[in-house]
């Protein structure tokens, strides 16, 4: 089961404290404490008093929203007493008519069906008088009669340190004859920005493709004490699904959306993004000394960037591609730049950057430099290695570089044109990668590529409402929304795609390099790098391109013999050698798969299975098929 719990990063441990004479027992995941009074049997009414006095104005009866917590509120210790009696929780059904069922949490989270949570029969309703629900002695629950005497578990919420960036889903069951990228664009409209701080959209169609999931990522104002409320969430997270309900409202005649969340703790995301409080080395066993680097770096965790544009606007959008790709960044006449895209562990779709190539030519002499980045931290400047053990300053034809090893940060200036970046080396245990950042980009403002095309481009925006403007930038016109660029003091233009589709000349496949200091087929450049000069890093780039796509391939071949065993069917194979435009493909098609027969077969939220990485996903899909522990279910 440690093997299993390592997986399951929506599955935590609980701690344990004493508070007064009571003893409440903390449930990270649900960022709840619990207390079991069995000394005190006592009707539905009457516990949900009591709890207020146990606990305080923010207690309430436990509402166990999942299995999980269902079973950790089962093996709490009473007060005094059997540990197998009967038990309130805070479940109510306010159907009207007999024989129906409409069960409500008391915290106000939307309640949703799981049959195995129930004993068998029930609930049934008896004598239409069975309104209130009971945790009985066999772990299930039970309807019962809401004058019955029985113990009951409180819960309040405590004070935790989370991440600042959090995550809340909203369902409409029913809801159809929408685009999702218009609706999308109607709610933040719509959304009102001063209660909800919103970093992220998206809006995709439900499973049964009757309705739509809206996912947002929101951004905590004060995420190293968080005062969490009565249902769980944290104050921004309760904010935005008021805020983003009435937009929804508002944008469709559809049902009324039901909202969920899981708020993760300053270390579970697994991805440093320069906004952290404090380190973030990935997991949800984090660390509290982490590599000095990535203590000092300032990360934007998978490859997206900000461009300045003319006018003074800024410009925000993420390109992810896919593990194994080298892409081409910045081609201009005497200047290439690639990456080498590494998958981000712990992320559902993130990448990093696993190598950074750069070639410049000084103009006068037409003397080439080449440099390589690794995330190895290895440095080679013109086939000379560079220390990162001390700080340095070193210069070849066109470029100087500055090496800092306090903060593992190189400063890149290109001593013609004055174009300056600078790369950050981070560490922990996430994953080494590297980070890029455009220190001085307007040099580059005739160049191409995925960031060069977008250097000091001509651009006009002009805003639909406070929160949406309408961008118009090389011959594309896209609404964007604004936000505060990740990692830096000021606003930007955010356009939201994993891949800049809708803003980027082509598609991804189209930046796609054969070598790290070579350009696309379709981009020309004057340069022109030596075979011979590219070897010596080579062998890491081509063992690392190996790995992700072994890594990526094995992955999906994998999910889908899982897949094809829970079915009864003969798997398919995926192509030997797939390029990473198959793996792209193939990464959608299979994700929405197990997400289905998960979903299909034991239950969990959509929603929730969304929020867990392709490994994750197949990890159950894999316990699904062994039959490992059928009572397995997700937070």
């Known amino acids: 089961m440690q093997a299993i719990k390592s997986m399951m990063p929506l599955l935590t441990i609980a701690l344990i404290h004493s508070i ?10 649900t960022g709840m404490e619990y207390l079991y009074v069995s000394d005190n049997q006592v009707n539905y009414d009457a516990a949900k008093a009591a709890c207020i006095q146990h606990g305080g104005d923010q207690a309430t009866l436990a509402t166990p929203t999942s299995w999980v917590a269902q079973q950790f509120i089962f093996n709490l210790s009473p007060t005094s007493g059997d540990i197998n009696q009967d038990r309130y929780v805070g479940l109510y059904n306010t159907a009207g008519e007999c024989r129906t069922f409409q069960w409500e949490w008391d915290n106000g989270v939307g309640y949703v069906e799981l049959a195995e949570r129930w004993r068998n029969g029930e609930p049934n309703f008896f004598r239409c008088k069975e309104r209130c629900a009971v945790l009985g002695q066999d772990g299930a629950l039970n309807d019962v009669r809401c004058a019955k005497t029985a113990g009951y578990v409180c819960q309040r919420p405590f004070t935790i340190t989370i991440h600042e960036l959090q995550t809340i889903t909203l369902e409409q069951q029913v809801c159809e004859g929408l685009k999702p990228r218009a609706y999308q664009n109607c709610i933040m409209g719509e959304v009102d920005i001063a209660s909800c701080d919103i970093e992220a959209l998206q809006v995709k169609s439900n ?5 739509y999931s809206v996912t947002a990522i929101t951004r905590e104002l004060n995420p190293d004490a968080v005062d969490l409320v009565r249902s769980g969430a944290t104050p921004m997270q309760q904010s935005c699904i008021f805020a983003l309900s009435a937009a929804m409202t508002a944008c469709s005649d559809c049902d009324e959306p039901t909202a969920s969340f899981v708020h993760f703790t300053s270390c579970s995301d697994g991805t440093q993004n320069g906004d952290e409080n404090g380190p973030d080395c990935g997991g949800n066993e984090c660390d509290e000394q982490c590599d000095d680097q ?11 960037f900000v461009v300045g544009l003319q006018g003074g606007l800024n410009l925000c959008y993420d390109v992810h591609g896919t593990p194994g790709d080298m892409l081409n960044l910045i081609t201009s006449k005497h200047l290439i730049v690639n990456t080498l895209v590494i998958a ?22 037409r003397k080439t ?3 390589a980045v690794l995330a190895d931290r290895t440095i080679v400047l013109n086939s000379e290695m560079i220390s990162t053990r001390i700080d340095g300053t070193y210069t070849g034809n066109e470029m100087t570089l500055v090496y800092h090893a306090r903060n593992s940060t190189l400063e890149i200036t290109l001593r013609s044109s004055g174009a300056a970046f600078a790369v950050m080396l ?13 220190v001085t980009s307007q040099p580059l403002n005739s160049s191409h590529g995925i960031i060069g095309q977008f250097v000091m481009a001509r651009a006009s925006a002009y805003p639909k409402n406070n929160k949406v403007s309408v961008l118009t930038i090389n011959n594309h016109t896209v609404e964007v929304f604004h936000r505060q ?56 780039i081509q063992s690392t391109v190996a790995i992700e796509r072994q890594r990526a391939f094995g992955l999906y071949q994998t999910a889908l013999d899982a897949i094809a065993k829970l079915r009864g069917e003969q798997p398919l194979q995926l192509p030997v050698n797939s390029n990473s435009s198959v793996l792209r493909k193939a990464q959608g098609d299979i994700r929405n798969t197990m997400i289905t027969e998960i979903h299909t077969r034991i239950g969990p939220p959509v929603e929730k299975l969304q929020a867990l990485s392709d490994s994750d996903l197949l990890a159950t899909v894999k316990l699904m098929v062994g039959k490992f522990d059928e009572t397995l279910r997700f937070e």
Request: aromatic share 6%; glycine share 8%; proline share 6%.
């Open 207 to 211: 499973t049964n493709k009757t309705g």
């Open 344 to 365: 981000a562990p712990k992320s559902v779709s993130g990448t990093y950057h696993g190598a950074l190539g750069f070639a410049a030519m000084a103009p006068d002499t």
């Open 369 to 371: 430099d080449t440099l």
């Open 294 to 304: 990535q203590k000092q770096s300032s990360s934007f965790g998978d490859p997206h």
């Open 426 to 438: 981070v560490g922990g245990r996430d994953k080494q990668h590297l980070d890029l950042d455009l």
């Open 485 to 540: 660029a990740p990692g830096r003091a000021v606003r930007c233009l955010k356009y939201i795609d994993d891949q800049a589709q809708g803003i980027l000349d082509g598609s991804v496949d189209d930046y796609v390099v054969p070598s790290m200091f070579r350009t696309p087929p379709t981009l020309k450049s004057a340069l022109s790098v030596s075979s011979a000069v590219s070897k010596q890093t080579d062998r890491y």
């Open 20 to 29: 007064h004479a009571q003893t409440w027992h903390q449930l990270e995941s």
